[in-house]
């Protein structure tokens, strides 16, 4: 006697396998995504955000090797959040043409920056392209005219929204610049922004 209600169970649960099987599936992906959002929100609510104000090879025209030229740029970081501060390790600052390594130098010691604020990072760097085959790249960029350089800058930072982070993060940040033949930054770069990496 308890037979034939089983089999209306089973015929409703047949009735529809692939669309429960459907349902459940996106109700997973769902839940699955809004969990890595909410979890990447928490580890990355706020990045420090990089803009190149200037940048100037003076002399570029003039030279004829890459020693002791001096590099100066201007490039500012903000901390965007309107509550949290953000304390950084030294940063360094690199300057690259290609895979070159142009200059290199520690731009800040450690500080810490308050919420919704910005800080300078200027510097002049003492550059030298030791490779002849690289100076020459440099001269064939220029007779194009744009030679492009990038800064990099790396630092180890650290959040505080009501006690400090005990979590550090690897921070990197990557300015593309291009120069004109007078070793002046393009206007097309000012301003730009700079990619910003954490881990
Ligand atoms: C600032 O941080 C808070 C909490 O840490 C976060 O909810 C908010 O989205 C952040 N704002 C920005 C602009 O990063
Ligand atoms: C770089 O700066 C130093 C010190 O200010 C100066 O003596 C030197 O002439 C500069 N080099 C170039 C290529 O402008
Ligand atoms: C660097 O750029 C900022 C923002 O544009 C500007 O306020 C500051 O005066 C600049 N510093 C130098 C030395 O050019």
């Not at 529809?16 to 099987?21: C, G, Y």
């Not at 997973?28 to 090879?57: C, D, M, N, Y």
């Not at 085959?133 to 930072?157: C, P, Q, Y």
């Amino acid at each position: 006697m308890a037979e034939p209600p089983k089999t209306a169970v089973q015929q409703t649960q047949q009735s529809s396998p692939a669309k429960l099987i459907l349902a459940n599936f996106l109700t997973t992906i769902f839940v699955v995504g809004l969990i890595l959002f909410l979890l990447w929100l928490g580890l990355h609510p706020h990045f420090p955000s990089f803009q190149i104000q200037s940048f100037s090879v003076p002399g570029l025209d003039q030279l004829n090797g890459f020693r002791n030229v001096n590099i100066t740029f201007n490039v500012t970081v903000r901390n965007p959040n309107r509550s949290t501060w953000i304390h950084y390790e030294s940063i360094d600052g690199s300057v690259y043409y290609k895979d070159q390594k142009v200059g290199v130098k520690p731009l800040l010691y450690s500080f810490n920056q308050p919420p919704k604020s910005t800080t300078i990072l200027q510097q002049v760097f003492g550059g030298t392209v030791a490779n002849n085959h690289r100076w020459m790249e440099i001269m064939n960029d220029r007779t194009e005219g744009t030679v492009k350089f990038s800064v990099r800058l790396a630092s180890f930072i650290r959040f505080k929204k009501s006690i400090w982070d005990r979590r550090h993060h690897r921070m990197h940040a990557e300015c593309d610049i291009d120069v004109g033949p007078d070793g002046l930054i393009l206007p097309s770069s000012v301003h730009d922004g700079c990619p910003v990496n954490l881990s």
